[in-house]
């Protein structure tokens, strides 16, 4: 398996990746560009694209998954927010029910 000796920034990236583009007649010259590579939006693609001079597509399955996560993710902060609000209401109108059963019982005393 390929793996990246350096940091994953898009200089280091577009280093190991241009030596096989190049082997395959991949690599762009020029003006010639043999299509567009697929990646996520992450700034170090991006940077790797521009370091590569590479035209770049950003992968809509994976844009969809980032959209998907996170709509989870706030729907289950909405849950939790609302169940807290559901308890602090709750005790909210116990303490009044406490309250009001207390001024029933001053009522009675007079």
Do not use: F
Not at 28 to 51: F, I, S
């Amino acid at each position: 398996a390929w793996s990246l000796d350096d940091s994953a920034t898009g200089r280091n990236i577009a280093e190991e990746l241009l030596p096989g583009l190049r082997e395959w007649g991949l690599a762009p010259e020029g003006d010639k560009n043999h299509g567009y590579m697929v990646t996520d939006a992450g700034r170090n693609m991006l940077a790797m694209l521009n370091a590569a001079g590479l035209k770049g597509i950003v992968c809509m399955a994976h844009k969809l998954h980032l959209v998907v996560r996170d709509a989870l993710d706030l729907g289950s902060q909405v849950r939790e927010t609302w169940c807290e609000g559901t308890k602090e209401t709750r005790a909210l109108l116990e303490k009044c029910r406490q309250l009001g059963s207390l001024v029933t019982s001053l009522e009675d005393l007079e």
